[in-house]
């Protein structure tokens, strides 16, 4: 019964974690593409919903990349046939962050990306380096070693958090946030 209470108020934690940054702005962060393109987050992403998936650490950006082709089908595949037309218009943004003495392999991170990944998925990969100690602050994200998500509205305010490996509930959830 103890390990049951323990459970509940651990998981009970996790969300009153997420729902802390629910409505807040996301923060500014400068980050890159693989062709060292900036990107301004959330500025150059507003008057459109958009999906952003942060890691931290290698064992997190192995979670992220579980989401890579759930998300690309469900919010970056253009629909064809009778169903062109009918997908999401979301900007879309999975971003390793390299921070510390990590910072020094953002140009190869880049390269091996650019070898192995997909090249569909490459617009939608960005890399940030830098300090992360006020995005911790203030996505409230102090487990390194999963991956973090959220769902900005058009004007870049948090409407949606969540964390982990992908789950279908969780796309679900995602899916919700976005058409609300």
Known sequence: MKNLLT????LAGI????????GNPFP???AETVEDKKVNL?????????????????????ELNTW???????FIKKATGMMAGMGYDVNVYFVPMFTGVNAAATGTAKKKALKNVDPVLLPYILFYKGELKAYKEALDF???????FFVLDAEGKIVYAT????????LGELEDSIED
Not at 15 to 22: G, S
Not at 68 to 74: A, E, I, L, Q, R
Not at 142 to 148: T, V
Not at 165 to 170: I, L, M, T, Y
Request: aromatic share 12%; net charge positive.
């Open 7 to 10: 459970l509940l108020v651990f």
């Open 163 to 170: 964390s982990g490996r992908f789950s279908e509930a969780k």
């Open 42 to 62: 959330p500025t150059d992403t507003k008057g459109k919903y958009t999906l952003l998936g942060l890691a931290y650490s290698k064992k997190s950006e192995e």
């Open 28 to 30: 500014d962060m400068e």
């Open 142 to 148: 102090e487990k390194k070693d999963i991956p973090y």
């Open 15 to 22: 969300q009153i974690t997420h729902a802390q940054v629910i």
């Open 68 to 74: 890579f082709s759930p998300v690309y089908n469900k």
